[in-house]
């Protein structure tokens, strides 16, 4: 069977000049990293910092040198992203921050963007709300390289999401966490895991609250040896419809296929997974996310979507959008591409 694609371009002309925040989500937001607000670069300062777009300024720091993540050798759908490694029991890439989610919290929303690698171990702590063995948001692989998200100590019973292959090849995930005081669930790429009650943030095994650790090396939970996108918390459950905001722009940012309707930070559906659900990728622009995506690619790097003409990375192409809230988006039934003779000529 060949395969089909669909092309959705939506544009609107909807603006918000007072705020920008992950899906335009601003309300109860207290962390929101990005890689372009990590100061990690060469030459590496003395203190690398993940700075905190919340208005909070929850920033993560690291003195030490044999302790510092940096921005990442590789682009993940042309983007930055910063790369933790652990090299040894006393050399892993690790930061530390304020106390994000007080004790005895119970609603709350977590979203990150990680992109595990071959080195990526069974249990890897992602961000740690309570350091020494708190509660912690990690991602975890089985001996069959399968991966899925776990929130630890969130809840009563451990809230897993559903399980993605992680060979023959790696690809970047959204994992999100959502409790809303009676029950919380997991998710990846925008598929729930099975619900747990009595969510709560709780503290250590010993009882230290000893604020917030971006990857850790305790108990058994090995640090991380991944690449991180965004880190996104708030301090209560987010709707269903934001919560469909905030993974579309991470989705978009990042080319990670979904499994549930794009929507823009305006509301409207911009691609209905339905149909041709498979290898979905999009260019965009919506200035209450700081989105600004020009160039995308497939997983497989067989379809490319660009403005202008295709640069190395998304910051160095100079095409524009005329317009706030555009959106082409595109996906396929995963099935074989139909041969044809027309092509663009690959730059980089």
Same mark, same amino acid.
Do not use: C
């Given at each position: 069977m060949r395969n089909f694609i669909a092309v959705l371009l939506s544009v609107s002309t909807a603006l918000n000049l007072f705020s920008q925040a992950p899906g335009n989500t601003s309300s109860n937001?207290?962390?929101?990293?990005?890689?372009?607000?990590?100061?990690?670069?060469?030459?590496?300062?003395?203190? %690398?910092? $993940?700075?905190? +777009?919340?208005? /909070?300024?929850?920033?993560?720091?690291?003195?030490a040198s044999l302790n510092r993540p940096a921005i990442g050798s590789i682009l993940v759908n042309y983007n930055?992203?910063?790369?933790?490694?652990?090299?040894?029991? %006393?050399? $892993?890439?690790? +930061?530390?921050? /304020?106390?994000i989610l007080p004790n005895g919290q119970t609603n709350f929303s977590v979203f990150t963007v990680v992109f595990p690698t071959t080195n990526t171990g069974q249990f890897s702590s992602i961000i740690e709300f309570k350091k020494k063995e708190g509660a912690r948001f990690e991602i975890q692989r089985n001996t069959s390289s399968q991966l899925q998200f776990y929130a630890v100590k969130m809840s009563s019973v451990d809230a897993a999401s559903p399980i993605v292959n992680g060979t023959p090849n790696f690809r970047p995930l959204i994992g999100s966490s959502i409790a809303n005081g009676t029950q919380i669930v997991t998710g990846l790429n925008g598929v729930d895991g099975t619900p747990q009650s009595?969510?709560?943030?709780?503290?250590?095994?010993?009882?230290?609250?000893g604020g917030a650790r971006i990857s850790s090396n305790t108990s058994?939970?090995?640090?991380?040896?991944?690449?991180?996108?965004?880190?996104?918390?708030?301090?209560?459950?987010?709707?269903?419809?934001?919560?469909?905001?905030i993974e579309t722009y991470l989705a978009i940012k990042y080319g990670i296929t979904l499994q549930a309707n794009y929507v823009?930070?305006?509301g409207t559906v911009?691609?209905?997974?339905?149909?041709?659900n498979k290898n979905i990728i999009g260019i965009g622009r919506d200035d209450s996310s700081t989105l600004l995506q020009k160039q995308s690619q497939n997983p497989t790097d067989s379809i490319r979507i660009?403005?202008?003409?295709?640069?190395?990375?998304?910051?160095?192409?100079t095409g524009t959008f005329t317009?706030?809230?555009?959106?082409?988006?595109?996906?396929?039934?995963?099935?074989?591409?139909?041969?044809?003779?027309?092509?663009?000529?690959?730059?980089?």
């Open positions: 937001l207290v962390l929101w990293l990005k890689p372009s607000s990590f100061n990690g670069a060469s030459p590496v300062p003395t203190t %690398a910092t $993940w700075s905190d +777009l919340s208005v /909070n300024a929850n920033n993560f720091r690291q003195t930055s992203v910063v790369e933790f490694s652990n090299y040894s029991s %006393a050399s $892993w890439d690790y +930061l530390n921050g /304020n106390t009595n969510p709560l943030i709780t503290t250590s095994n010993s009882g230290v609250d058994g939970r090995g640090p991380l040896n991944a690449y991180l996108g965004d880190i996104i918390v708030y301090n209560t459950a987010v709707s269903p419809l934001n919560r469909r905001k823009n930070t305006d911009i691609y209905d997974v339905s149909s041709n660009f403005l202008n003409r295709l640069a190395v990375s998304n910051a160095s192409n317009k706030n809230i555009s959106h082409v988006v595109m996906g396929d039934n995963g099935k074989a591409l139909a041969r044809n003779f027309n092509s663009v000529v690959k730059l980089p």
